[in-house]
Structures are given as C-alpha cells and as structure tokens.
C-alpha cells in the first residue's frame, strides 16, 4: 500500500510565502514524476508544477518566478515553495506521484494525497 501525505498548507497573507511538503510511504520500488495540482473554488483541478526523477521542472505560466518544486529521492519527499502569494492562488493543493512497487513489476501507476488548503488572504 503506498500513501502520501501533505503538509504545510495554511492561511497567508498575500505577498507572504509558504512550502508544501508530500511525502510518499509504502512498498515503493521506484518513484517517476512528482508533482503538485491545485483546485480552486469553483473550478477545475489544474497542474502547477512537476518534476522528474532526474530534476527536470515544469510550471504553469500563473506560478512561474514565484513557485519553486525540488525532491528529496533518499526520503521520497517532494516540496513546493510557494513566495508572493496571490488571493488567486488560494485553492486545495494536491500531490501526484507515479510510483511502481513490487506489485506491479515497474509499471508505474498514479498516486495523490488528500490535498492541504492554501488561504491567501488580499
């Protein structure tokens, strides 16, 4: 059974800064793509950033220059800094993982947490 969990969502001023942490437990053979998604009042679930196994970054253009993605691969764990946050950027923040285990002879399968709620208040 793999799980992740999220932490480090809050209420914030806008202008301030927060990081979100996921980390992912379990049989884990091996970990693909991370990466966080958000879903705000009313819309629809959306990509913010991802990272590869090997480091390589993607951001949606809304948090480019203010939003940081990095893991750690010895602890499984993959973060999210968050600086010059927006009343816009409030929304629940979701991690995704693809992960294999022993189970599925390394095929990767997708995972998510349970999600953290991010606050930005004007």
């Known amino acids: 059974q793999v799980q992740l969990v999220e932490s480090g969502g809050g209420l914030v001023q806008a202008g301030g800064s927060l990081r979100l942490s996921c980390a992912a437990s379990g049989s884990i053979s091996s970990i693909n793509a991370m990466g966080w998604y958000r879903q705000g009042p009313a819309k629809q679930r959306e990509l913010v950033a991802t990272i590869t196994s090997g480091g390589r970054t993607d951001y949606a253009d809304s948090v480019k220059g203010r939003f940081t993605i990095s893991r750690d691969n010895a602890k499984n764990t993959v973060y999210l800094q968050m600086n010059s946050l927006k009343p816009e950027d409030t929304a629940v923040y979701y991690c995704?993982?693809?992960?294999?285990?022993?189970?599925?002879?390394?095929?990767?399968?997708?995972?998510w947490g349970q999600g953290t709620q991010v606050t930005v208040s004007s």
């Open positions: 995704n993982a693809r992960i294999s285990t022993a189970q599925t002879l390394g095929r990767t399968y997708p995972y």
